[in-house]
């Protein structure tokens, strides 16, 4: 089966600080891609990153970060120095095979604040 | 370049009516998937229409269907709606004809409420 879980429902830090946002996933395919998606209160989920079954290289980009680890099933989304306009719920998800659908995990809020 | 543009934003519906939701792909994508998000949960699938065709289908009742123009663009329709029918209708577009793991864009929904 497939599926993704993120553990932490609600997270809260001040500006400032750095935060990790875990996901885990299951899947028995050996190819597959896995998303984080950032969804303001607006509604749109908007892409951050992309990161294919055959790449475990981590990736910067600015202030985010990803740490892709197949070994321990994890693709765990750090932010570092938070800012208020980072509030947000984040959503990890997992696609695996041509014209699948993204299978979403339940999303962490994420509460920055001043 | 015009992202995805889903219509309208907001509505309200009575139980038992029936909706209709449209969407508007990214330019170059050929690839629309329907997505219901209830309040603190993921986003669930729904369907995706790929040329024009219904090409997979999630665990949602007949009373979901859908449609994909020539344009690409699709619609999504609800009949008999039910109070549980109420969330956030997300439309998502894609280039499919190449590689799986294409990135999926997202409109910024359309708010549908049922009392």
């Known amino acids: 089966a497939q599926k993704v879980t993120q553990a932490q429902t609600e997270i809260s830090v001040v500006e400032k600080e750095d935060v990790t946002l875990d996901c885990v996933y299951e899947?028995?395919?050996?190819?597959?891609?896995l998303f984080w998606y950032k969804q303001p209160p607006s509604g749109e989920l908007v892409f951050l990153i992309r990161?294919?079954?055959?790449?475990?290289q981590n990736e910067i980009s600015g202030r985010y970060s990803w740490n892709f680890q197949k070994s321990t099933s994890s693709f765990n989304f750090t932010i570092t120095a938070s800012q208020v306009v980072d509030s947000a719920v984040y959503f990890c998800?997992?696609?695996?095979?041509?014209?699948?659908?993204?299978?979403f995990g339940k999303g962490t809020t994420l509460s920055v604040s001043s | 370049d015009a992202g995805v543009t889903q219509s309208p934003t907001h509505l309200i519906k009575t139980r038992g009516q029936q909706v209709t939701l449209r969407c508007s792909p990214k330019?170059?994508?050929?690839?629309v998937s329907w997505y219901q998000q209830a309040l603190g949960q993921g986003p669930q699938f729904i369907f995706q229409?790929?040329?024009?065709?219904?090409?997979q289908r999630g665990n949602f009742p007949d009373r979901f269907s859908g449609h994909q123009f020539p344009n690409y663009s699709s619609e999504l329709n609800v009949n008999a709606l039910l109070l549980g029918d109420s969330a956030l209708y997300l439309c998502?577009?894609?280039?499919?004809?190449?590689?799986?793991?294409?990135?999926?864009?997202f409109g910024e929904g359309s708010w549908l409420t049922v009392v």
């Open positions: 998502a577009s894609s280039l499919e004809a190449s590689r799986c793991g294409n990135t999926i864009y």
């Open positions: 899947t028995r395919d050996t190819t597959y891609y």
């Open positions: 990161r294919n079954s055959f790449d475990e």
């Open positions: 998800a997992l696609r695996y095979q041509a014209g699948t659908a993204l299978i």
């Open positions: 330019s170059g994508h050929d690839t």
């Open positions: 229409y790929y040329e024009e065709e219904e090409r």
